[in-house]
């Protein structure tokens, strides 16, 4: 089962010219971000630098909806590059320009382009919680064991 809902886009001046987010398979799970640097103004990233790298696009979520910002997984796996703060959320109400943190965790200079793909965005229902004051949890085998409790195999 799958739902559709509809985003408002709007598309800022320096995102003129660049293809809205699409999904680049009927069964992809994100839609891709682009570049919207400068033409001919590229941003390269030395290694551990990070950039916040505009889209050109501000949206309009529906209520009870977020976009999560996440990194491509070939640029991750071919050249060391992702997104800081990863997932990323942009919250309903939001209304600025969309921009994604990448940060260069290779030893490489990695330059970033206008137009380039640089992200993914996928777009959630948010449960929002209501806190249960209690003066105890109930008990599981578990317990308080934590960071590593469970071991690596």
Known sequence: ????????????????GLPLPK??????AGMDLYAALPEGEPVTLRSLERAMIPTGLAIALPHRHEAQIRPRSGLAA???LTC???PGTIDADYRGEVKVIL???STEPFTIERGMRI???IIAPVTQGQWAEVAELGKTERGEGGFGSTGVK
């Open 1 to 16: 089962m799958s739902a559709t809902v509809v985003i408002e886009v709007k598309r800022l001046p320096h995102g003129e």
């Open 23 to 28: 999904y680049e398979t009927s069964d992809s």
């Open 78 to 80: 071919k050249f060391g």
């Open 84 to 86: 800081l703060n990863t």
């Open 103 to 105: 940060v260069n965790l």
């Open 119 to 121: 992200a993914q965005m």
